[in-house]
């Protein structure tokens, strides 16, 4: 039996939950379920805090999880010792990055002026590992929540934090400073050097199909064939585009996978040069 962890609350809750939903798996109903056991795919899911769900990986209790970068990489122990868990695959939602900021009417206007400084986060192992690494020397003040208000409250000069937009920062009076120290998103975790199950191939077939599948749309249009070289260069699909030839003579119908972002401009451009019943649909799943 394959034995998942995903996120019980906070941003990521949600997001985790639709996806492997649209992977053909059972969720739970109500938030105050802790476990859901899936008969038909003989799945267990355990839903846990997102900073704890890397360290049951880690340690074996359960197979894969999902959780942010951040909170892998921030219960990951830095000296090598022990089982680790390690990142799978990149899920698409959940993207943040770790920042530093400071008061807006603070001295502190980049990076190298933090050196000496008091710096509060929520993740001191991300913070220590990247002041190990550039040399530099200041004083981590951990707090659980409420970071933003540490510098108003006279406990820190800079924040290190992790940010989606910025407005909370913005609105507590502080300044983003420099850049990222990590860009973090919803990852799949599973435990670093175990040989890959069976079920757990066949969850991440799954997920990428749902990523595919979110990105890509199937695109149809009927070609005239002296244009179908300039046609099907516009959508070249991934393998290629799937071209059958119409009952009217000299024309062809062609379908291919286009970028979700990309499917207003191509279905102009396929107009301009001549193709017609241009048609979009989306995809539900898929196996590539």
Known sequence: MLRVAVPNKGVLSEPAAAMLAESGYRQRRTSS????????????????????????VAAGTLDVGITGRDMLLETTPTDGGGAVAAEVMPLGFGRSSFRFASPADSPIGDVAALEGRRIATAYPG??????????????????????????????????????????????????????????????????????????????????????????????DYDCPNALLAQATARTPGLEGPTVSPLQTEGWSAVRAMVLKEDTNRVMDELWELGARAILVTTIAASRL
């Open 126 to 219: 991300l913070l220590q590992r990247f002041l190990d690494e550039t040399g530099m020397k200041a004083s981590v003040v951990k707090l659980d929540g409420a970071v933003e208000t540490a510098c108003r409250l006279g406990v820190a000069d800079a924040v290190c934090d992790v940010v989606e937009t910025g407005t909370t920062l913005r609105a507590a009076g502080l300044r983003i400073i420099g850049d990222p120290v990590l860009a973090s998103e919803a990852v799949l975790v599973g435990r670093a050097g175990a040989d890959e199950e069976p079920a757990v191939a066949q969850l991440r077939r799954r997920l990428q199909g749902v990523l595919v599948a979110r990105r890509y749309v199937m695109l």
């Open 33 to 56: 379920e802790l476990a859901v056991y899936d008969p038909e795919n003989d799945t267990e899911f355990f839903y846990l805090r997102p900073r704890d769900i890397a360290i049951y």
